[in-house]
Protein backbone atom coordinates (compact mmCIF):
# COMPACT_ATOMS: atom_id res chain seq x y z
CA UNK A 1 0.00 0.00 0.00
CA UNK A 2 2.75 2.41 0.69
CA UNK A 3 4.88 1.70 -2.64
CA UNK A 4 0.99 2.56 -4.07
CA UNK A 5 0.92 5.62 -2.24
CA UNK A 6 4.07 7.24 -3.29
CA UNK A 7 4.10 5.87 -6.68
CA UNK A 8 0.86 8.14 -6.75
CA UNK A 9 2.58 10.99 -5.36
CA UNK A 10 5.71 10.65 -7.30
CA UNK A 11 3.61 10.32 -10.64
CA UNK A 12 1.99 14.03 -9.49
CA UNK A 13 5.25 15.46 -8.37
CA UNK A 14 6.76 14.60 -11.93
CA UNK A 15 3.21 16.14 -13.73
CA UNK A 16 3.29 19.45 -11.91
CA UNK A 17 6.88 19.83 -12.81
CA UNK A 18 5.83 19.60 -16.85
CA UNK A 19 2.84 21.37 -16.28
CA UNK A 20 4.85 24.56 -14.63
CA UNK A 21 7.65 24.21 -17.66
CA UNK A 22 5.37 24.57 -19.80
CA UNK A 23 3.48 28.20 -18.59
CA UNK A 24 7.12 29.77 -19.13
CA UNK A 25 6.62 32.67 -21.88
CA UNK A 26 8.77 33.20 -24.28
CA UNK A 27 8.40 36.66 -26.04
CA UNK A 28 8.69 36.39 -30.57
CA UNK A 29 11.40 38.79 -31.57
CA UNK A 30 11.48 39.80 -35.12
CA UNK A 31 14.75 40.53 -36.74
CA UNK A 32 14.92 41.85 -40.85
CA UNK A 33 18.12 39.69 -42.53
CA UNK A 34 18.86 39.74 -46.08
CA UNK A 35 21.15 42.18 -47.74
CA UNK A 36 19.43 43.14 -51.19
CA UNK A 37 16.01 41.99 -50.24
CA UNK A 38 14.99 42.20 -46.55
CA UNK A 39 13.28 39.40 -44.88
CA UNK A 40 11.46 39.04 -41.67
CA UNK A 41 12.86 36.50 -39.50
CA UNK A 42 10.81 35.68 -36.19
CA UNK A 43 13.15 34.27 -33.10
CA UNK A 44 11.94 32.49 -30.03
CA UNK A 45 13.89 30.68 -27.80
CA UNK A 46 16.78 31.29 -29.98
CA UNK A 47 15.34 29.49 -32.78
CA UNK A 48 14.50 31.37 -36.08
CA UNK A 49 10.74 30.82 -37.59
CA UNK A 50 10.32 31.54 -41.28
CA UNK A 51 6.64 32.92 -42.15
CA UNK A 52 5.00 29.11 -41.66
CA UNK A 53 6.15 28.47 -38.58
CA UNK A 54 4.88 31.36 -37.10
CA UNK A 55 1.24 30.88 -38.39
CA UNK A 56 1.33 27.97 -36.76
CA UNK A 57 2.46 28.99 -33.54
CA UNK A 58 -0.56 31.89 -33.85
CA UNK A 59 -3.31 29.01 -34.45
CA UNK A 60 -2.21 26.98 -31.27
CA UNK A 61 -2.48 29.93 -29.29
CA UNK A 62 -6.44 30.35 -28.34
CA UNK A 63 -5.57 33.72 -27.55
CA UNK A 64 -4.59 34.85 -30.23
CA UNK A 65 -7.68 33.36 -32.88
CA UNK A 66 -8.35 37.41 -33.96
CA UNK A 67 -4.59 37.65 -34.97
CA UNK A 68 -4.01 34.69 -36.24
CA UNK A 69 -7.18 33.88 -39.13
CA UNK A 70 -6.64 37.11 -40.90
CA UNK A 71 -2.26 36.36 -40.81
CA UNK A 72 -3.24 32.77 -42.14
CA UNK A 73 -5.69 34.33 -44.58
CA UNK A 74 -2.92 36.32 -46.02
CA UNK A 75 -0.65 34.08 -46.32
CA UNK A 76 -1.78 31.05 -47.91
CA UNK A 77 -3.27 33.76 -50.55
CA UNK A 78 0.05 34.97 -51.26
CA UNK A 79 1.14 31.38 -51.25
CA UNK A 80 -1.24 30.29 -53.73
CA UNK A 81 -0.66 33.11 -56.25
CA UNK A 82 3.09 33.20 -56.28
CA UNK A 83 3.24 29.12 -56.64
CA UNK A 84 0.60 29.55 -59.62
CA UNK A 85 2.79 32.12 -60.70
CA UNK A 86 5.69 30.24 -60.75
CA UNK A 87 4.20 27.27 -62.98
CA UNK A 88 2.68 29.82 -65.39
CA UNK A 89 5.71 31.83 -65.55
CA UNK A 90 8.15 28.41 -66.12
CA UNK A 91 5.87 25.94 -68.83
CA UNK A 92 6.10 29.05 -71.42
CA UNK A 93 9.67 29.30 -70.97
CA UNK A 94 10.14 25.20 -70.60
CA UNK A 95 7.79 24.56 -74.61
CA UNK A 96 10.16 27.32 -75.94
CA UNK A 97 13.47 25.52 -75.17
CA UNK A 98 11.42 21.81 -76.09
CA UNK A 99 10.15 22.54 -79.27
CA UNK A 100 10.00 24.39 -82.21
CA UNK A 101 6.39 25.94 -81.97
CA UNK A 102 5.48 29.24 -80.71
CA UNK A 103 5.21 28.83 -76.63
CA UNK A 104 2.26 30.37 -75.91
CA UNK A 105 3.23 33.48 -73.80
CA UNK A 106 -0.02 34.79 -72.26
CA UNK A 107 0.76 32.11 -70.15
CA UNK A 108 3.58 33.98 -68.85
CA UNK A 109 1.42 37.53 -69.09
CA UNK A 110 -1.30 35.68 -66.20
CA UNK A 111 1.57 34.58 -64.07
CA UNK A 112 3.15 37.64 -63.96
CA UNK A 113 -0.35 39.10 -62.96
CA UNK A 114 -0.68 36.52 -60.34
CA UNK A 115 2.73 37.46 -58.85
CA UNK A 116 1.60 41.18 -59.28
CA UNK A 117 -1.45 40.28 -57.26
CA UNK A 118 0.29 38.28 -54.42
CA UNK A 119 2.17 41.62 -53.63
CA UNK A 120 -0.17 43.23 -51.87
CA UNK A 121 -0.84 39.80 -49.61
CA UNK A 122 2.40 39.64 -48.65
CA UNK A 123 2.77 43.51 -47.46
CA UNK A 124 -0.14 42.43 -45.63
CA UNK A 125 1.10 39.32 -43.34
CA UNK A 126 4.04 41.48 -42.51
CA UNK A 127 2.10 44.35 -41.22
CA UNK A 128 -0.41 42.16 -39.23
CA UNK A 129 2.58 39.75 -38.12
CA UNK A 130 4.38 42.68 -36.66
CA UNK A 131 0.75 43.41 -34.93
CA UNK A 132 0.06 39.99 -33.93
CA UNK A 133 4.12 39.84 -32.18
CA UNK A 134 3.61 42.85 -30.48
CA UNK A 135 -0.36 41.85 -29.03
CA UNK A 136 1.56 38.57 -27.77
CA UNK A 137 4.63 39.93 -26.27
CA UNK A 138 2.53 42.46 -23.94
CA UNK A 139 0.86 39.55 -22.61
CA UNK A 140 -2.52 39.38 -24.72
CA UNK A 141 -3.17 43.38 -24.63
CA UNK A 142 -4.06 45.77 -26.97
CA UNK A 143 -1.57 48.64 -27.40
CA UNK A 144 -3.23 52.05 -27.38
CA UNK A 145 -3.37 54.44 -30.08
CA UNK A 146 -2.13 57.63 -29.54
CA UNK A 147 -4.44 60.18 -31.61
CA UNK A 148 -4.58 63.74 -32.30
CA UNK A 149 -7.95 65.11 -33.50
CA UNK A 150 -9.77 68.32 -34.21
CA UNK A 151 -12.75 68.99 -31.89
CA UNK A 152 -15.07 71.50 -30.43
CA UNK A 153 -15.43 72.17 -27.36
CA UNK A 154 -16.52 74.71 -24.91
CA UNK A 155 -13.59 77.17 -25.76
CA UNK A 156 -14.17 77.07 -29.48
CA UNK A 157 -12.05 74.25 -31.67
CA UNK A 158 -8.79 72.86 -30.55
CA UNK A 159 -6.31 69.82 -30.83
CA UNK A 160 -7.21 66.96 -28.89
CA UNK A 161 -4.87 64.24 -27.83
CA UNK A 162 -6.46 60.38 -26.75
CA UNK A 163 -5.29 57.97 -25.28
Request: hydrophobic fraction near 45%.
Given at each position: ??????????????????????????????????????????????????DEQLVKLLLK???MASYAKPLTL??????????????????????????DSDPNWSLAY??????????????????????????????????????????????????????
Amino acid sequence: MRKLIFCIGFILILTSLKTTAQIKFEPIGLMEKGILFKKDVYVRCDVEMNDEQLVKLLLKDPNMASYAKPLTLNYSAGKILSASAGILITLPILDSFGSDSDPNWSLAYIGAGCLAASIPFKIAFRKKARKAIAYYNSGYREAKDVSMLFQTGPNGVGLVMKF
